[in-house]
T-cell receptor
Framework: NAGVTQTPKFRVLKTGQSMTLLCAQDMNHEYMYWYRQDPGMGLRLIHY???????AKGEVPDGYNVSRLKKQNFLLGLESAAPSQTSVYFCASRPLARPSGNEQFFGPGTRLTVL | AQSVTQLGSHVSVSEGALVLLRCNYS??????LFWYVQYPNQGLQLLLK??????LVKGINGFEAEFKKSETSFHLTKPSAHMSDAAEYFCAVSSNYGGSQGNLIFGKGTKLSVKP
């Protein structure tokens, strides 16, 4: 199993450009998450999904959109990138079943720079 | 609402010394608690987790943590630091109650440096 994968690994954008980050998981997990990590801020939740076709806002959703058309994929979109969106983005997933105590499994991250 | 406070954004220890990374949580409902580790330029990897079974939890790489409800703490320890332990460590809290959807709330992280 590949676990959680993210595409691309690195990206440089100019202000105002758009892009989509792709997260894929092969563990048949119901829940998927997008976080951003900034120095000294820990991980902050952008959006999450509790199942195919559903999405919900997290702590810092402004400037981002998401879609979960297939259970295994969770897309994060930036419609008009801003320098404040320069960050490392992590995707995570977890199963619906609770015995694991809500442990999440993380992807390797995407490093995004907006100039 | 739940929250996590990690005391000390940077901790430096000598190789072979005790590692102690502090985590205090706030939760009005029974919590699940986690420690994740992030090595440079990598994703997060689970070190250990507390899920209301034993209060002393053993994890990978010789780390352990003790859940102390009276102190609302979940400190991470390792008796003897190794150079390979240099990384950033994140404490996180979650719950299945109160409409939280089981989301993780992370602390801001502690960077551990190990001196030879």
């Amino acid at each position: 199993n590949a676990g959680v994968t993210q595409t691309p690994k690195f990206r440089v954008l100019k202000t105002g450009q758009s892009m989509t980050l792709l997260c894929a998981q092969d563990m048949n997990h119901e829940y998927m998450y997008w976080y951003r990590q900034d120095p000294g801020m820990g991980l902050r939740l952008i959006h999450y999904s509790v199942g195919e076709g559903t999405t919900a806002k997290g702590e810092v959703p402004d400037g981002y959109n998401v879609s979960r058309l297939k259970k295994q994929n969770f897309l994060l979109g930036l419609e008009s990138a801003a320098p404040s969106q320069t960050s490392v983005y992590f995707c995570a997933s977890r199963p619906l079943a609770r015995p694991s105590g809500n442990e999440q499994f993380f992807g390797p991250g995407t490093r995004l720079t907006v100039l | 609402a739940q929250s996590v406070t990690q005391l000390g954004s940077h901790v430096s220890v000598s190789e072979g010394a005790l590692v102690l990374l502090r985590c205090n949580y706030s939760s009005s409902v029974p919590p699940y608690l986690f420690w994740y580790v992030q090595y440079p330029n990598q994703g997060l990897q689970l070190l250990l987790k507390y899920t209301s079974a034993a209060t002393l939890v053993k994890g990978i790489n010789g780390f352990e943590a003790e859940f102390k409800k009276s102190e609302t703490s979940f400190h991470l320890t390792k008796p003897s630091a190794h150079m390979s332990d240099a990384a950033e460590y994140f404490c996180a809290v979650s719950s299945n109650y109160g409409g939280s959807q089981g989301n993780l709330i992370f602390g801001k992280g502690t960077k551990l440096s190990v001196k030879p």
